[in-house]
Nanobody, 123 residues
Framework: QVQLVESGGGSVQAGGSLRLSCAAS???????MSWFRQSPGKEREFVAC???????YYGDSVKARFTISRDNAKNTVELQMNSLKFEDTGLYYC??????????????????WGQGTQVTVNS
């Protein structure tokens, strides 16, 4: 089972951009890879998924602003975040799993998680 390490978080003004990276200790080729986020007092929220097939899905709140990508040769997944809003603030987690389409937005579908990287958007 792979281990995941996120990086790239930080503090940014509203309207700015950040790029998050997730590095895996082994091959991600057979995994669906997703980003989730969580803010204090809120449930973990699905952000984006790039499946092992290459199909991509986004949460409604980030569509047209965030872009997920994967590089199976480097075992990395990235999340480009543009036009950041205050409500994008949270701890962002990378997750790996072998999901079915109906469950990609559910955190329970993923078996491996990183430790998270904090994103703070200042209004």
């Amino acid at each position: 089972q792979v281990q995941l390490v996120e990086s790239g978080g930080g503090s940014v003004q509203a309207g700015g951009s950040l790029r998050l990276s997730c590095a895996a200790s082994g091959s991600i080729r057979n995994y669906d890879m997703s980003w989730f986020r969580q803010s204090p007092g809120k449930e973990r929220e699905f952000v984006a998924c790039v499946r092992r097939t290459g199909a991509i899905y986004y949460g409604d709140s980030v569509k047209a602003r965030f872009t997920i990508s994967r590089d199976n040769a480097k075992n990395t997944v990235e999340l480009q975040m543009n036009s950041l809003k205050f409500e994008d603030t949270g701890l962002y987690y990378c997750a790996a799993g072998a999901t079915i389409l109906s469950t990609i937005r559910q955190s329970e579908a993923y078996h491996t998680w990183g430790q998270g990287t904090q994103v703070t958007v200042n209004s």
